[in-house]
């Protein structure tokens, strides 16, 4: 889930050695086309917070890189940005780390019926995301593999949340979605039904 190309896993490569000597880890990687190609990559420290200057030294750092290897033709520009609040979460850890909080998955297959969901994380078991759905007495058990997409529901729980023990909101920096979803989905407090 932290690529979907081949190029973004090319760069991820490139990108993760430089992040961890800085102390930091790659969220997620997308090269994304338009008028003009941008590389974005999401970071954060590994107790999940980042600032200003943890994603301007991991840009440095990473230009310097990408100077040498070339791993995108042409121009593009470099984007490097934390998750966001409502943030992309791409690992057995980022899950485990959410617990408790509403979250939205996409799975690569049909299971009963559908492919999204959306529901209170309730941990990871072995290599298996927990979800409790709306409706459903059972906590609901899905195979890490199977996620090709999941991201943080906008809560009035989750930006409380976010707000403890964090920098000043002018060292912050909004994901690609920041801003993107409705505030009034809900407070966090139990599952809303699947979109």
């Not at 190609?37 to 999940?48: K, L, N, V």
Request: hydrophobic fraction near 40%; include cysteine.
């Amino acid at each position: 889930m932290k690529t979907r190309s081949p190029q973004d896993v090319h760069i991820l490569e490139l990108a993760e050695p430089v992040a961890e000597a800085l102390g930091l880890e790659i969220v997620r990687v997308r090269v994304m086309g338009g008028k003009k190609t941008t590389c974005q990559i999401m970071t954060e420290r590994h107790d999940g917070d980042v600032n200003v200057a943890d994603c301007a030294r991991l840009s440095r750092a990473l230009s310097a890189v990408f100077e040498e290897v070339d791993p995108i033709a042409g121009e593009y520009d470099l984007e490097v940005s934390s998750p966001g609040i409502d943030r992309p979460l791409t690992t057995l850890a980022h899950f485990a780390r959410w617990e408790g909080f509403e979250a939205k998955l996409e799975l690569d297959r049909l299971v009963e019926g559908r492919k999204r969901y959306r529901g209170l994380l309730a941990g990871v078991e072995d290599n298996a995301v927990l979800i409790d759905l709306a409706g459903e007495e059972d906590t609901a058990v899905i195979p890490f593999d199977w996620i090709s997409d999941a991201k943080l529901v906008l809560t009035d729980a989750l930006l409380a949340e976010s707000l403890k023990g964090r920098t000043p909101p002018s060292d912050d920096i909004g994901g690609d979605d920041a801003g993107e979803n409705d505030m009034g989905e809900g407070d966090g407090a139990r599952p809303a039904s699947d979109d």
